[in-house]
Nanobody
Framework: QVQLVESGGGLVQPGEFLSLSCVVS??????????VGWHRQAPGKQRELVAG???????NYADSVKGRFTISRDNAANTVYLQMNSLKPEDTAVYYC??????????????WGQGTQVTVSS
């Protein structure tokens, strides 16, 4: 059983910053994380990748957030972070934490958080 609990969403003014956290809890044994990321979905739009971080250490950012957002991971705390700086109104969306994990070193599964609302408005 894998559960992703997000926090940090809220209302912020343009130009300000916001930090999102995602705590990954896994019961049982044999689970390991291969990649983590953040996706977002705005009203009327499809869910899109915001930032990704693989177990190999490579990162991937959407062009619209490059230079402003930073994804990181604390392995000891099983926590994924998204630092969002210089926020713009177009960043307004529901942000979802994403984890790709492997069970018993064979079976791959994708997990999603419940989503947290980020609203950028003056």
């Amino acid at each position: 059983q894998v559960q992703l609990v997000e926090s940090g969403g809220g209302l912020v003014q343009p130009g300000e910053f916001l930090s999102l956290s995602c705590v990954v809890s896994a019961s049982g044994s044999g689970f390991s994380i291969r990649a983590v990321g953040w996706h977002r979905q705005a009203p009327g739009k499809q869910r899109e990748l915001v930032a990704g971080l693989t177990n190999w250490g490579s990162t991937n950012y959407a062009d619209s957030v490059k230079g402003r957002f930073t994804i990181s991971r604390d392995n000891a705390a099983n926590t994924v972070y998204l630092q969002m700086n210089s926020l713009k109104p177009e960043d307004t969306a529901v942000y979802y934490c994403y984890v790709r994990g492997v069970v018993a070193g064979i079976h791959e599964y994708d997990y999603w958080g419940q989503g947290t609302q980020v609203t950028v408005s003056s």
